[in-house]
């Protein structure tokens, strides 16, 4: 008999550290995937100085809001943080760097 593989409809996420990357997101509101997905981590490449480095689960940058924060953190988090979540986004992933800052993510 045939061997059918487990994830044949990529129903089991098989993945420990995501399978996307979005670099060098600046200070603002950044989306980084309009669609139901998982946030990873934050790599911290340059701490900012004022703002709020944070993480929504929302589809849009302006949809971002308290209603929605799944993270946040200090503008003057360090460079060199890395910040692991591995939580479920049911609408998107908007990531939000604080002035002078700068991230990446890693998402699935």
Do not use: H
Not at 38 to 50: C, E, H, P
């Amino acid at each position: 008999m045939a061997q059918i593989p487990y994830n044949t409809q990529a129903s089991v996420l098989t993945t420990n550290g995501g399978q996307q990357s979005a670099l060098n997101l600046a200070a603002g509101a950044n989306l980084v995937k309009a669609t139901a997905g998982r946030i990873f981590s934050l790599n911290v490449n340059t701490a900012g100085t004022a703002g709020t480095l944070a993480v929504y689960d929302s589809a849009t940058t302006a949809g971002a809001a308290a209603s929605n924060l799944v993270w946040e953190g200090s503008a003057t988090t360090a460079q060199g943080t890395v910040i692991v979540l591995n939580f479920p986004c049911a609408n998107g992933i908007v990531v939000t760097a604080p002035t002078g800052g700068v991230v990446a993510v890693s998402y699935v």
